[in-house]
């Protein structure tokens, strides 16, 4: 961040010295668990430098005014990264409840760590919107238990996450054992092309539905949920997906459900065009400030119940 006027980051709602901000923002540079290609760990750094481009306003005519935003930078660990998962469970879990926490990879790896502190300091279950091309619900993939292409199912091993409460959003992508999990599980999926079909608003209408009654619900999201044509530069780009506007029409639609955080991951800026792929990383950014700033209008505080 050093090359910008920190307060110039996020459509100049960065104030690094607060202490009480309502989006505390954190990077997670890790792409070494990519399963194809890599360049990931570029992403936080890619997005921060072009969010000083963007105005502080939505298409609506929303205006971000009062909206604090805190960017601590990307975290910083030596040696093995499953070894230093530990270290970002403290990091993460220190900053949930005080203000909405957004995480940006980095490969979707990243998230176990992040899922696994929101876990740790929750007193309920917790909600979780999954938005990937992929169900990563493998045991292990290609060897691995930390894999990208295992996160949800981590994510499922813990107390306060369950199938039951879990959605994927915009799955086009399955792998057997995914499909065998999502099966014996019942899991809710709503894949891209009932998508395609029936259009978002009225799945969004369903997916709320899906959380009557949580008061915390988690927000994943892989860039690869969107169509390549919207979001070239990710590992795996695969067709048939998601535009940038079902993505933000979901976001919205949100606002009714109690988001206490969410993670952002796969974009990658050297497989990218013309920064196609991280100007819609910070459209859908804007959008999730747009949903944290609506609900402090209503009165409605993001914290861990």
């Not at 933000?248 to 800026?269: C, F, G, H, K, N």
Request: hydrophobic share 40%; charged share 25%; proline share 6%.
């Amino acid at each position: 961040m050093d090359q910008y006027n920190s307060e110039q980051l996020w459509a100049g709602l960065n104030r690094p010295d607060t202490k009480l901000p309502d989006v505390s923002i954190i990077g997670i540079p890790y792409d070494g668990a990519a399963c194809y290609r890599s360049g990931a760990s570029e992403a936080p750094d890619r997005i921060r430098a072009l969010s000083v481009e963007i105005p502080p306003v939505l298409e609506t005519g929303e205006v971000f005014k009062g909206l604090v935003v805190r960017d601590s930078g990307n975290l910083q660990w030596t040696g093995d990264f499953v070894a230093a998962h530990p270290f970002i469970q403290d990091e993460i879990a220190r900053r949930v409840g005080a203000s909405f926490v957004l995480t940006l990879g980095g490969d979707h790896s990243v998230s176990i760590p992040v899922l696994r502190a929101i876990n740790r300091q929750a007193n309920e279950k917790v909600g979780l919107i999954y938005v990937d091309a992929h169900t990563d619900l493998s045991n292990q993939f290609r060897g691995s238990s930390f894999s990208n292409g295992c996160p949800l199912r981590r994510a499922m091993e813990e107390e306060k996450f369950s199938p039951e409460w879990t959605v994927l959003v915009g799955t086009r992508c399955f792998e057997t054992e995914g499909l065998q999990f999502i099966q014996d599980k019942r899991m809710k999926v709503f894949p891209a092309y009932e998508i395609a079909e029936r259009g978002m608003q009225t799945v969004t209408r369903e997916i709320t539905k899906c959380f009557e009654g949580l008061s915390n619900v988690y927000l994943s999201i892989d860039i690869d949920a969107l169509d390549p044509a919207f979001a070239p530069g990710t590992g795996i780009p695969d067709g048939g997906g998601l535009s940038t506007r079902d993505m933000m029409t979901l976001i919205r639609a949100l606002d009714s459900l109690p988001v206490i955080s969410a993670d952002l991951v796969e974009v990658s800026p050297p497989l990218d065009h013309s920064d196609i792929t991280s100007f819609a990383a910070l459209r859908i950014i804007m959008e999730i400030f747009g949903l944290v700033k609506r609900r402090r209008s209503l009165g409605k505080r993001i914290t861990l119940l």
